[in-house]
């Protein structure tokens, strides 16, 4: 089945930087979708991209489905951005979605 | 307001003695899956429903069973649990379809011990 990486696995930023998280999968998707886990485990949907690109205040996304890979960016971060960020794909008709194993921000005041 | 609720969120419990987490949708929802959470995996899928009394295995069902006897509820059953099912474990749902996303419950952290 289809494999789903992330990069980096952890990352410590200082209140306002940038960052830029990355999925990578295997094989050609049909679905794409980031979450954030925050800190009391609840997980939010961030979004649904499997192709292009879409915004959401600070955070933007894109999906080129050809080269199989999305990334997450996230601007002028704030604490509250704290937690896990997960991708998770889909492929074929399986309604499965296939998780990576998660990137651990961690934003300083 | 759209959501998926599962009962209860924290649970401490003995191995051997069964339990049930109920998950329920209120977005007319098809498709219901489980999965569970555990440090360093991300997320794996229990068990998926694809439609009331539709019911198939994951890539993780060994000791988990479940039911889908009513479209918007999906409850996971343990009936002997064991510490290695000590997990967070995650129920979600969304319409058939390649163009609909998942959406997530609060989550239930479970410990066996």
């Known amino acids: 089945g289809i494999q789903v990486e992330q990069s980096p696995p952890d990352l410590i930023l200082q209140e306002g930087a940038n960052s830029t998280l990355r999925c990578n999968f295997s094989?050609?998707?049909?679905?794409l979708q980031w979450f954030h886990q925050n800190p009391w485990g609840q997980l939010i949907n961030l979004f649904y991209i499997p192709s292009g690109t879409k915004q959401n205040g600070r955070l933007s996304a894109t999906t080129v489905a050809t080269e199989r890979y999305s990334l997450l960016y996230i601007s002028s971060s704030q604490t509250t951005d704290s937690g896990v960020y997960f991708c998770a794909a889909r492929q074929g008709g399986s309604e499965k979605l296939v998780f990576g194993k998660g990137m651990k921000l961690t934003v300083n005041p | 307001e759209a959501q998926v609720t599962q009962n209860p969120r924290y649970l401490i419990t003995v191995t051997g003695k069964k339990l049930t987490v109920t998950c329920s949708q209120n977005m007319n929802h098809e498709y219901m899956s489980w999965y569970r959470q555990d440090p360093g995996l991300g997320l794996r899928q229990i068990y998926y429903s694809m439609n009331v009394e539709v019911t198939d295995k994951g890539d993780v069902p060994e000791g988990y069973k479940v039911s889908r006897k009513e479209k918007r509820n999906f409850p996971l059953i343990l009936e002997s649990p064991s510490p290695n099912q000590t997990s967070l474990y995650f129920c979600?749902?969304?319409?058939?379809?390649?163009?609909?996303?998942?959406?997530f419950g609060p989550g239930t952290r479970l410990t066996v011990t």
């Open positions: 979600a749902s969304k319409n058939q379809g390649v163009i609909y996303e998942q959406y």
């Open positions: 094989d050609s998707v049909n679905n």
